[in-house]
């Protein structure tokens, strides 16, 4: 007779990741404890999470998509993308010279530079990379800021959807509008490099081709994901989107200074110091 299949409390996992917010501190996964954890049920999770965080008072301003960076899928044993929810005490705006961000309340947090895009209209699935381009009104780089609840960023993909979608903060860079200007862009989003600095000393590089191909083909892979999706909504307009990491992702500590430089592209780096 075979053994009984384990009933989970999604609530239950749901009220434990949100216990998690801005503690620093971390859980084993919930993949090593709930072996019938799987990506559907993460999902449902998500949901779970963004109403506690919504009735404590922070509103979803938009997504984050993870795992876009092909080059990192075997450091982290995740093999395809996720994405999570950004909201409005997550998100920041960096001036033009930069910022600074308290890193406190972050486990063991890293660095991403990333393209961001706001959305004009909401993208429909099927859509080509011109007709997505005017759904969007701006495009912006930044950092997100990821953290990990599990101890060593170890963890499954369905642990990294259930906990946050291992997103901590989005610091936005100077945002350029792309009303009239879609064509140019085409091209150079999908084709451009950048670089990567801490403290003024080269520490990576990358290329738009890491995020699936570029940036808009990676809130394509989103639009397809969310038309999937029976728990949580499309892409609205009005929504951020932040289209995962062109480098390594990159520990980062207080007292640094992070900033970047892009080629191919017409976007200024962006720059952040850490406390």
């Known amino acids: 007779m075979g053994e009984m299949q384990e009933t ?10 949100f216990s998690l917010l801005g503690s620093g501190r971390q859980i084993a996964p919930f993949s090593s404890r709930h072996q019938n954890f799987d990506l559907q049920g993460a999902y449902r999770v998500t949901a779970k ?15 984050k998509i993870g795992f876009t ?21 997550t998100i920041h705006d960096l001036d033009g010279i930069g910022g600074e961000f308290a890193l406190r309340g972050l486990s063991d947090p890293r660095i991403e530079p990333e393209i961001v895009f706001g959305l004009a209209t909401a993208p429909q699935p099927g859509m080509d990379l011109p007709e997505l381009l005017a759904c969007i009104d701006w495009v912006a780089q930044g950092f997100e800021i990821v953290q ?6 170890r963890f499954a993909a369905t642990d990294t959807v259930a906990a946050f979608g291992l997103h901590g903060a989005l610091l936005i860079g100077p945002r350029h509008r792309l009303r009239d200007t879609e064509h140019a862009w085409a091209a150079t989003l999908s084709g451009f490099e950048i670089e990567l600095f801490r403290d003024g000393v080269s520490a990576d590089r990358g290329a738009a081709a890491n995020v699936l191909g570029g940036p808009l083909l990676a809130l394509r892979h989103l639009i397809d994901v969310l038309a999937q999706d029976a728990h949580n909504p499309p892409l609205a307009a009005g929504e951020i989107i932040t289209t995962g990491t062109l480098t390594r992702a990159l520990p980062i500590n207080a007292a640094e ?14 720059s952040v110091r850490f406390s």
């Open 69 to 89: 960076n092909r080059t990192i899928w075997a450091e982290y044993g995740v093999h395809a993308p996720i994405w999570g929810y950004i909201y409005d005490r």
């Open 8 to 17: 989970l409390d999604l609530d239950a996992i749901a009220g434990e990741v």
């Open 257 to 270: 200074n992070w900033s970047t430089q892009l080629s191919g592209v017409a976007l200024g780096g962006a």
């Open 49 to 63: 999470v963004r109403e506690l965080r919504e009735k404590s008072g922070e509103n979803a301003r938009g997504r």
């Open 148 to 153: 990990s609840v599990f101890p060593d960023w």
